[in-house]
Nanobody, 114 residues
Framework: QVQLVESGGGLVQPGGSLRLSCAASGTGFGFYTVGWYRQTPGKERELVASVTINSNTNYADSVKGRFTISRVNAKNTLYLQMNSLKPEDTAVYFC????????WGQGTQVTVSS
């Protein structure tokens, strides 16, 4: 079973930047469309960005123009560059496939606050 490990979160001021990383062990990640999700307490997990195996990307309207998703298939790694962060971006961020979801990792906390 593929294991997902997210990292790179932290506390940042509004307008700041963070780069999240997702490392997937084993096979079953590099040949799928994958994405970054986020969740805040009391809300459903939402997909914020996705990338196909050919690096075609898609973004939620709330992050379009500020976040950039990328992947390195050879390393089974997924990234999310987050710029111009806003307090409403505060959430736990997770990576996963878009279909045939894998077991969720622990996620990485992103807090945007002054």
């Amino acid at each position: 079973q593929v294991q997902l490990v997210e990292s790179g979160g932290g506390l940042v001021q509004p307008g700041g930047s963070l780069r999240l990383s997702c490392a997937a062990s084993g096979t079953g990640f590099g040949f799928y469309t994958v994405g970054w999700y986020r969740q805040t307490p009391g809300k459903e997990r939402e997909l914020v960005a996705s990338v196909t195996i050919n690096s075609n990307t898609n973004y939620a309207d709330s992050v379009k123009g500020r976040f950039t998703i990328s992947r390195v298939n050879a390393k089974n790694t997924l990234y999310l560059q987050m710029n111009s962060l806003k307090p409403e971006d505060t959430a736990v961020y997770f990576c996963n496939r878009i279909r045939e979801l894998l077991n969720w990792g622990q996620g990485t906390q992103v807090t945007v606050s002054s």
